[in-house]
T-cell receptor, first 114, second 117 residues
Framework: AQKVTQAQTEISVVEKEDVTLDCVYE???????LFWYKQPPSGELVFLIR??????QNEISGRYSWNFQKSTSSFNFTITASQVVDSAVYFC???????????FGTGTSLTVIP | GAGVSQSPSNKVTEKGKDVELRCDPI?????LYWYRQSLGQGLEFLIY????????KSGLPSDRFSAERTGGSVSTLTIQRTQQEDSAVYLC???????????????FGPGTRLTVL
């Protein structure tokens, strides 16, 4: 079965705090891809990152960083020095080589308080 | 270049009416997806088109839902005899190829907010 779990439904942080959004996945595929998307209040999902299953290197992009650990089937997302503009719903997603679907988690709603 | 566009942005209809939602994917993208997002919920996969292959309809919730893609480009999602539980945001996404085997990210449209009274 393919499944993505985002256990954190809502998170509130004060501006400039760091915050980590958790993502745990399940898949039987040996080759798969993990994604993070941001959905701001405007509603349109914005692609943030893609990571394939053979690349466990952590990635940093500005204030964003991602920690991919196959041993724990996790692909966590950290925002450093959060800003109000980071307030959004963040979705983790999985696609594998079986089937055509993206499997999305239920999302984590992040509110950054000024 | 232009992103994925959807129309209408908002649709209010009466229970029992049929509705058509339109999606224009990014030019050159062969894969097209439809999702449904209910208020405060995640994304529910509905249907997938890839080139000229038969669509993957495994996510359609009932036979009242159907979709077609003409000429490998524009897609229309049709909901017949709408019910109040159909109220949601319907999102369309496109990608360069099969997301599963190629890991191509999906680019999303702004969605159509459907309200069934």
């Amino acid at each position: 079965a393919q499944k993505v779990t985002q256990a954190q439904t809502e998170i509130s942080v004060v501006e400039k705090e760091d915050v980590t959004l958790d993502c745990v996945y399940e898949t039987r595929d040996t080759t798969y891809y993990l994604f993070w998307y941001k959905q701001p209040p405007s509603g349109e999902l914005v692609f943030l990152i893609r990571r394939n299953s053979f690349d466990e290197q952590n990635e940093i992009s500005g204030r964003y960083s991602w920690n991919f650990q196959k041993s724990t089937s996790s692909f966590n997302f950290t925002i450093t020095a959060s800003q109000v503009v980071d307030s959004a719903v963040y979705f983790c997603a999985l696609s594998g080589t079986t089937g055509n679907q993206f499997y999305f988690g239920t999302g984590t709603s992040l509110t950054v308080i000024p | 270049g232009a992103g994925v566009s959807q129309s209408p942005s908002n649709k209010v209809t009466e229970k029992g009416k049929d509705v058509e939602l339109r999606c224009d994917p990014i030019s050159g993208h062969t894969a097209l997806y439809w999702y449904r997002q209910s208020l405060g919920q995640g994304l529910e996969f509905l249907i997938y088109f890839q080139g000229n292959s038969a669509p993957d309809k495994s996510g359609l919730p009932s036979d009242r839902f159907s979709a077609e893609r003409t000429g490998g480009s524009v897609s229309t999602l049709t909901i017949q005899r709408t019910q109040q539980e159909d109220s949601a945001v319907y999102l369309c996404a496109s990608s360069m190829g099969t997301s599963g085997s190629m890991g191509n990210e999906q680019f999303f449209g702004p969605g159509t907010r459907l309200t069934v009274l």
